[in-house]
């Protein structure tokens, strides 16, 4: 103890050595951690992948870079995972060790001593909401494109957005299939109107450059019009503008488009589509809920730091430290999460608005900080 003592006591005098020195014994074990996490989370993908190839027969080149470009999601997911493991197994080895103990005998506090763990799971959070913010939304496009453009090749009848009516008169469906919608002047994209008989014969199909909503109903654009006969000859009719009830309103339309993605969204995104006007009172609350949340999530780090502080001065000798570590690292991410969607999923559901989107997305870290910070209190006294 004392040839550790005295390799220690230098800390004191100069912080920076300190510094240094944990965040050394952190970087391989959150390494350990991030690629541990990133390779469960992604083992679905890579078995969507293999299918894509086996079954779809998509170009292995386009499938690869579908995955490459689900990458910094999942990146942004796995890291607090990773904060929180490599914080573990880092102070499971140096208490294990005797170095805390030796840096207290130093005289430096354990406050003192972990901070420099604590101010890098910070610097991570930031990081990882500029990542969630400038690289994912960017990544989750082109994602999105490969698979439905190159893998999948879908065509203006398939894939993207649409809108079904089903009681015509007569009998008889209506699909309308559109390319994009632009909620700011309520306008579809590259729109494809076709009408069904009770026989689901196609009756009528309309082509047109855009589709703006004028209650009550909607104007079609540059309209080129199709009228099928019953012998199977066809009428053109083209037209500047022609009017069509497609069956769904712009707000309808406006959450077929978001609700399949807004967890993919940044949060500008969110934020813009909630000042569209165009969702219901409850679409808003929820959509408030996962703006805040974008916020909120990437600095799960250092809760997650701060947390695991107090469990990794706990000493586990022997080879089994690396699997404790991993078994309460789950187990803590597990039960923070499981109230974080409790939380979120209470909260997207109760009138309130800002305020209580806010608080319910922070919630859970301020929860795991508590509790991180009343157990960092409580070991720093021995």
Do not use: C
């Not at 040839?3 to 020195?21: E, G, K, M, Q, V």
């Not at 699909?175 to 632009?182: D, M, V």
């Not at 109760?350 to 070991?379: D, K």
């Amino acid at each position: 103890m004392s040839a550790r003592l005295a390799a220690i006591r230098p800390f004191a005098s100069t912080p920076r050595i300190l510094d240094r020195y944990m965040v050394s014994e952190l970087g391989g074990p959150f390494a350990f951690g991030l690629s541990a996490f990133t390779l469960i989370f992604a083992a679905t993908n890579i078995l969507a992948i293999s299918r894509l190839v086996s079954e779809e027969h998509a170009p292995l080149g386009a499938a690869i870079g579908y995955f490459l470009w689900q990458l910094p999601q999942i990146m942004i997911t796995v890291v607090p995972m990773a904060m929180l493991l490599g914080v573990l197994l880092a102070l499971q080895r140096l208490s294990g060790e005797s170095e805390i103990t030796a840096m207290k005998a130093g005289g430096i506090g354990l406050v003192r001593a972990v901070a420099p763990l604590l101010v890098v799971g910070f610097g991570v959070s930031v990081v990882a909401l500029i990542l969630q913010e400038g690289v994912v939304p960017y990544a989750n496009d082109r994602a999105t494109y490969l698979r439905e453009e190159v893998i999948k090749q879908v065509g203006p009848y398939g894939g993207g957005s649409h809108a079904v009516t089903t009681a015509l008169p007569g009998g008889g469906r209506q699909l309308t299939a559109f390319a994009g919608y632009e909620a700011t002047t309520q306008t579809l994209l590259k729109v494809t109107l076709i009408k069904y008989d009770a026989a689901n014969r196609e009756q009528v199909i309309i082509f047109a450059d855009r589709a703006r909503y004028q209650p009550p109903t909607w104007t079609f654009i540059n309209a080129r019009e199709y009228q099928i006969n019953p012998d199977g000859t066809t009428h053109l009719l083209e037209e500047p503008e022609q009017q069509a009830d497609i069956g769904e309103k712009p707000s309808q339309i406006q959450q077929t488009i978001t609700n399949k993605n807004r967890e993919e969204m940044s949060r500008s995104q969110v934020r813009d589509v909630i000042e569209s006007g165009q969702l219901s009172p409850q679409e808003t609350r929820a959509f408030q809920t996962t703006y805040e949340e974008k916020f909120a999530r990437p600095f799960a780090s250092f809760v997650f730091t701060l947390i695991a502080v107090p469990f990794g001065l706990r000493p586990s000798r022997g080879g089994g430290s690396t699997g404790l570590g991993f078994g309460l690292a789950v187990a803590i991410v597990f039960v923070y999460f499981v109230i974080a969607s409790i939380v979120s999923a209470v909260t997207s559901s109760l009138p309130g608005g800002y305020v209580a989107s806010t608080l319910g997305a922070w919630l859970p870290n301020a929860i795991f900080t508590a509790i991180g910070a009343l157990l960092l209190q409580r070991a720093a006294r021995y």
